[in-house]
């Protein structure tokens, strides 16, 4: 297995934050074919295949809000308000994705993009574990 870990800085707001560009660096250095697992380790974050730059990412993050108001129902209440429905949030989209990956290329479907969705205002600095497997 190979593995790296990428930084990313989601900024102070919501965000549906696109990797695809490094995920696809990774899997081509790499090389052949495998799968790559993409695993986000914070309590806060998941990982989305989402069709991104077409309102896509923005009928998530309005889907969340609703699903996940920023109130103050939330009995996880450290943080700015609403903070405890970041961590509700993993339960609805997963902190990993796991991608085939077939001659050192992604077998991402036409429009799928590789993300990070973030509604955690207060912690914008993450990391993101990019794992390559292969049959040995």
């Not at 069709?51 to 450290?78: C, K, Q, Y």
């Not at 961590?87 to 085939?100: E, G, K, N, Q």
């Not at 799928?112 to 914008?124: F, K």
Request: overall charge neutral; hydrophobic content about 40%.
């Amino acid at each position: 297995m190979k593995t790296t870990v990428i930084r990313v800085s989601t900024g102070g707001r919501e965000v549906v934050y696109d990797i695809t560009a490094q995920c696809r660096e990774f899997v081509r250095a790499v090389g052949g074919d495998g799968l790559l697992h993409v695993f986000v380790p914070h309590a806060t974050a998941g990982v989305a295949l989402i069709e991104l730059g077409a309102g896509s990412d923005h009928d998530l993050l309005a889907t969340l809000r609703e699903l996940l108001p920023p109130d103050g129902r939330w009995r996880h209440a450290h943080g700015s308000p609403g903070h405890g429905r970041s961590h509700v949030l993993p339960a609805l989209v997963p902190p990993y994705a796991s991608i085939p990956v077939v001659a050192g290329r992604m077998a991402l479907g036409t429009w799928q993009s590789v993300s990070i969705v973030d509604l955690n205002v207060d912690n914008p600095d993450r990391q993101v574990r990019l794992s390559f497997l292969t049959e040995s």
